[in-house]
């Protein structure tokens, strides 16, 4: 029995420690989640740094402790729009903010050769101060990750200016290094120890006697080494200045919490070392999802971390006020066939609204505010299909099969006004609605997606209220034609006054109208292209109708990718399999994956089209295929070569321009060809056709001009980004025959290729390596279909810039990212797993001793 006991405790602990937690703590668990106390700086004043309570902490003009939170923006270089009056008084009214970080970078196309990008800051400062927020300069420090690097020469320059300009305003904050790092993309990194400490403590001092010298006597924030997770090593050896602080950065997916200061390789840990070690720790970046910027996010752990900040009185911003697509990004993202970029103006209202906040944008909000989390049903989905705003019937007219033809259709004050009701019959009865006048969309011209539609939802505006009736057939090509169940009305009763009208909604159910149920449901084609109405009124000759909407649930429709099979290069795909390619984790298409004939010759092909409305980060709407091989390397090789071929639906103007990334650790993640291969769509006529129809290019990109890489240089992905340039495409896409190629002998560029774009946001930014704002940390192997890779941009700050990660301790080695549920769990169930252990010896022990 005993034997058994044992084992089955050993058996338990391993299941323990492979189970996260079931039970996720409630708000009301933390004594420091809800509230905000923070004031602005027009009451708090000039910040210091006093001990309080024996802590080190942040302090308003009178020496009361202040906590400041907020948002950071993403690179300034890849999205600039967010620099804008109306997302700062949002920021500063509805969200309740007192404080905002603008993130410049240097290197990555940032200041160092985008110097313009400054007036961008400047113009940043000036609208903090305008809504009352304190405002953080952050001097982006990422790739290299050692600010003694040339790329960094500009500091002592930019911190001179910025403090002289702003030297008596209260609002400034000063970061002087994001996030010193072993980053050696562009130069040398700094280590994970005492040495590291000291070369950024050499860089930061002459900064801080500058600024200080310049009469400024404001806060001064220095990152530290392994990405600003080590403010104790700074502790252990401060600058000396008593305004001085130091950053911690976390991401609550990668880095787990801790109940002391005793472990070096915890974040949290070292941040309570710090404290206690009499220094001010301020987290000016963080995220809700891992180090990467993706996956998650991770709320519950978030919980913990910003519970333990708020009851330490740590000042905080969160990563990032972007449309990006990533987890850790503020606002919707483009996401092919589901949403719409969030634009990064909310408008004269002031306000986002919760759906144009990703989950972690509604999170953070409700965090910077104080307040429950109560987050919407982001399952719904309503879109107005037409509104009328432009004047015109929006493609309404009398139906040709229409029993009354003595109707017209017009736009009256942005509404579609029907008349010469008065010659219909007018029945108004559930089920006798064939006689009434028709309407249809005929001349629309458009076609709408409403996968999961449930209803059907419009405005009837009238003179006096009466009884409106109303039939449905939506219509599309997997419904032509469904009879209506039954017709529809509003009674006089239902009406409200609308201006010097009268106005009642109109609902019509997918069980009124069959074939909103028959296109809603289908998993072929679930588009919608028309709609026919059947209407009529009682003693009313004309009405108007608004606002047509279809609501419903959002319904995920499975992508089946052909099977991945064994990564392979070449990649000629005569096996059937993708050969190892695969959707990168932030690509903004991510349509089935299948194995097609082109050209005689089998391929990897996919469906796609570019969105009308474009999203600023033309990356944002580009396939990424994302191809991972533990052996990966060029060799002697001067080129990666394909064949791509298209065969579009529509293209007829813009271009398409193929980026190409790799992300080996040695180069920090990313490693971008200098080139790109550009197909101009408004040339297809003389480009070549194969005997089935298909455009097709042989694609060049020149890979033996990327800065500091070597023949056998471990590449670990490759990247293909299809970038969208002002395009119009739509269709199918095919990729073959990928390899690596020498250049012929004597020949110099490619024919096609072009210099990769200058990351400005909007067009063709260079996305650097997007790590997420845990910038920086380096992303850890994937092997999951979906899995997040590397960032892919350089708007990918680790939110982008970081590199993704995983936590890193001193040796260099990564940890697991892990979250404090799993961790928790691990914990116990490896110690039941060592008792089990030790029991099963011990009894084995006794038995053999009692033979």
């Known amino acids: ?230 403010p104790d090593l700074a502790a252990d050896n401060p600058i000396n200045d008593e305004n001085t602080m130091y950053t911690v950065h976390f991401y609550s997916g990668s880095h787990p919490a801790a109940a002391d200061s005793s472990d070096r390789e915890n974040v949290m840990s070292n941040a309570r070392y710090a404290l206690e070690n009499g220094v001010g720790v301020f987290a000016t970046e963080w995220g809700t999802s891992e180090a990467n910027g993706n996956n998650g996010p991770y709320l519950d752990e978030a919980d913990v971390w910003i519970n333990f900040l708020n009851e330490n009185n740590i000042s905080w911003a969160n990563w990032s006020l972007t449309n990006k697509n990533e987890t850790s990004a503020a606002f919707t993202p483009f996401q092919l066939g589901k949403s719409e970029a969030t634009d990064l103006d909310p408008g004269a209202d002031h306000m986002w609204s919760p759906k144009e906040l990703s989950i972690s944008g509604e999170y953070v909000r409700a965090r910077i505010k104080g307040v429950s989390y109560e987050p919407i049903d982001r399952t719904k989905f309503t879109e ?25 259709t017009t736009n009256q004050d942005d509404a579609l006004k029907v008349s010469g009701l008065s010659n219909s019959e007018n029945d108004l009865s559930e089920g006798n609605f064939w006689a009434n006048a028709r309407l249809s969309a005929d001349a629309w011209g458009q076609s709408v997606d409403i996968l999961g539609a449930e209803m059907l939802t419009m405005d009837v505006i009238v003179d006096q209220p009466t009884t409106v009736s109303i039939a449905a057939i939506a219509q599309g090509p997997s419904a032509p034609w469904v009879n209506p169940a039954r017709a529809i009305q509003v009674n006089s009763e239902e009406f409200v006054a609308h201006g010097d009208q009268y106005k009642a909604v109109l609902t019509i159910t997918k069980e009124d109208a069959p074939s909103l149920a028959t296109i809603g449901e289908s998993p072929d084609d679930s588009t919608m292209n028309n709609l026919v109405l059947f209407v009529g009124a009682e003693n009313a000759d004309s009405i108007s109708l608004d606002n047509i909407t279809v609501s419903g649930t959002m319904t995920e429709v499975e992508v089946i990718n052909d099977p991945e099979g064994v990564a392979t290069i070449p990649s000629t795909f005569e096996d059937d399999t993708r050969q190892g390619w695969k959707w990168s984790g932030d690509s903004g298409v991510k349509t089935a994956l299948t194995i097609q004939e082109a050209n005689g010759s089998k391929a990897l092909s996919w469906d796609f089209a570019y969105p009308e409305v474009k999203p600023s980060d033309n990356w944002a709407s580009a396939p990424r295929l994302d191809f991972w091989m533990d052996t990966l390397a060029r060799g002697d090789n001067d080129y990666v070569a394909f064949d791509l071929y298209m065969d579009p639906t529509r293209a007829s103007t813009g271009a398409i321009a193929v980026n190409l990334v790799f992300q080996p650790e040695a180069l920090g993640y990313w490693a971008q060809a200098p080139g790109t291969y550009e197909i101009n769509l408004e040339e297809l006529d003389s480009a070549k056709k194969t005997s089935d129809g298909l455009y097709h290019f042989e694609a060049k990109i020149d890979v033996s001009t990327i800065e500091n890489l070597q023949d056998d240089t471990l590449l670990r992905n490759m990247l293909l980004i299809f970038a969208d340039v002002e395009s119009d495409f739509g269709g199918t896409m095919y990729v073959d025959n990928v390899r690596f190629e020498k250049a012929d002998p004597g020949t110099g560029g490619e024919e096609g290729e072009t210099p990769a774009p200058n990351p400005g946001e909007g067009e063709g930014e260079t996305p650097a390596p997007g790590t997420g704002e845990g910038e920086g940390e380096a992303p850890a192997p994937n092997t999951g279909e979906e899995e997040e890779k590397a960032p892919s941009s350089d708007k990918d700050k680790d939110k982008e810039g970081e590199v993704p990660t995983v936590e890193k301790v001193s040796s260099g080695k990564e940890l697991p990212d892990t979250a404090t549920s799993s961790y928790s769990t691990l914990l116990v169930g490896s110690l039941l797993f060592l008792a089990g252990i030790m029991s099963y010896f011990f009894i084995k022990r006794r038995i053999s001793v009692s033979k």
């Open 384 to 408: 107005v299909l037409w509104n009328f705003n432009d004047g015109t019937s929006q493609g309404f007219g009398v139906n040709g099969d229409s029993p009354v033809k003595d109707i017209t």
């Open 1 to 230: 029995m005993l034997k058994k006991f044992t084992v089955y405790m050993m058996i338990f602990g391993l299941i323990a420690s492979m189970l996260p937690s079931l039970a996720a703590a409630e708000e009301s668990d933390y004594g420091s989640l809800l509230g905000n106390p923070g004031k602005k700086p027009s009451q708090a004043g000039a910040l210091k740094l006093n001990e309080v309570n024996g802590q080190k902490t942040l302090t308003d003009s009178s020496g009361a402790p202040i906590q400041l939170r907020g948002m950071s923006t993403h690179g300034l270089q890849w999205f600039p729009e967010i620099i804008n009056d109306n997302a700062f008084t949002t920021l500063s009214n509805d969200w309740g903010s007192n404080l905002i970080r603008l993130a410049m970078y240097v290197g990555e196309n940032g200041y160092a050769t985008n110097p313009e990008v400054k007036q961008k800051l400047i113009e940043g400062i000036e609208l903090a101060i305008k809504h009352d927020m304190y405002v953080i300069v952050d001097w982006h420090v990422h790739a290299p990750g050692d600010p003694n690097e040339e790329v960094y020469s500009g500091a002592l320059d930019f911190f001179d200016e910025i403090s002289t300009k702003y030297k008596d305003v209260p609002n400034i904050i000063y970061e002087v290094a994001n996030e010193p790092s072993s980053n050696s993309n562009g130069g040398d990194g700094v280590t994970n120890d005492e040495a590291g400490w000291n070369a950024v403590k050499s860089y930061a001092e002459p900064i801080i006697e500058k600024i200080r010298e310049n009469g400024a006597e404001n806060i001064v924030i220095v990152g530290s080494p392994n990405w600003s997770q080590r």
